[in-house]
């Protein structure tokens, strides 16, 4: 287990509806990155957030964000949800020093949604 | 939970053969690269990393190479377990900025008593 932890576990939503996904970080990591991974497919990055600030953003549109917080776990928001957005969403955990990016991720098991 | 990987490509192999799992990279700027294993249900597994100034590097039981020139990544799993089962990911990752990953499609192993 990695000691990254998320909740819930599976969700279902209608279209248009809006969803909160949380994520807890291993202990020691300040650094929390969410990943979309729709079935048969690696995941894609969506944001990765550093100090409580968005430190870098993917391809995904403005309706999804995110907040971390100053114990290091995040939430993730996704507004107007549509049927694609049906995906398994997994946040990752790193320790960012300095500059150095290269830190390999640690992963929740995901929360499953499902839109209707 | 769901499966993942309903439709990837599968390398089926016997238990206790020795399996090996390609992967072609996108970017020449890419710097790291860490291979996951992904179960049914669960998250990516990290299982080892490597970094482009390495062309070689073992962990437990698990070997990556690392071929700059043709851009392409492979693991190799010694006497393949059953336990071994599952969907393998290749990522890269370039520095100079935020911990961004890019996935490849994935490969499931599937491990035959």
């Known amino acids: 287990e990695t000691g990254v932890t998320q909740s819930p576990t599976h969700l279902i939503k209608t279209r248009g509806q809006q969803v909160t996904l949380r994520c807890s970080s291993q202990?020691?990591?300040?650094?929390v990155s969410w990943y979309q991974q729709a079935l048969g497919q690696g995941p894609q990055f969506i944001f990765q957030?550093?100090?409580?600030?968005?430190?870098g953003r993917g391809n995904f549109p403005p309706r999804f964000s995110g907040l971390q917080f100053p114990n290091y776990s995040s939430e993730l928001n996704v507004n107007a949800l549509e049927l694609d957005d049906s995906a398994l969403y997994l946040c990752?955990?790193?320790?960012?020093?300095?500059?150095?990016?290269?830190?390999?991720?640690?992963f929740g098991s995901g929360t499953q949604l499902s839109v209707l | 939970g769901e499966s993942v990987g309903l439709h990837l490509p599968t390398l089926s192999v016997q238990e206790g053969d020795n399996s090996i799992i390609n992967c072609a990279y996108s970017?020449?700027?890419?710097?790291?690269f860490i291979w996951y294993k992904q179960e049914s249900g669960k998250g990516p597994q990290f299982i080892i990393d490597?970094?482009?100034?390495?062309d070689k590097r073992q962990g437990q039981r698990v070997t990556v190479l690392l071929n700059k020139t043709v851009k392409h990544l492979s693991l190799q799993i010694a006497a393949t377990q059953p336990g071994d089962s599952a969907v393998y990911f290749c990522?890269?990752?370039?520095?100079?900025?935020?911990?961004?990953?890019?996935f490849g499609a994935g490969t499931r192993l599937a491990v035959h008593p």
């Open positions: 990752a955990s790193s320790s960012k020093q300095g500059a150095s990016a290269n830190e390999k991720l640690f």
């Open positions: 202990s020691g990591h300040n650094t």
């Open positions: 957030y550093y100090r409580e600030e968005e430190n």
């Open positions: 970017n020449s700027a890419s710097d790291y």
């Open positions: 490597i970094r482009s100034n390495m």
């Open positions: 990522a890269e990752n370039r520095s100079g900025g935020y911990n961004k990953l890019i």
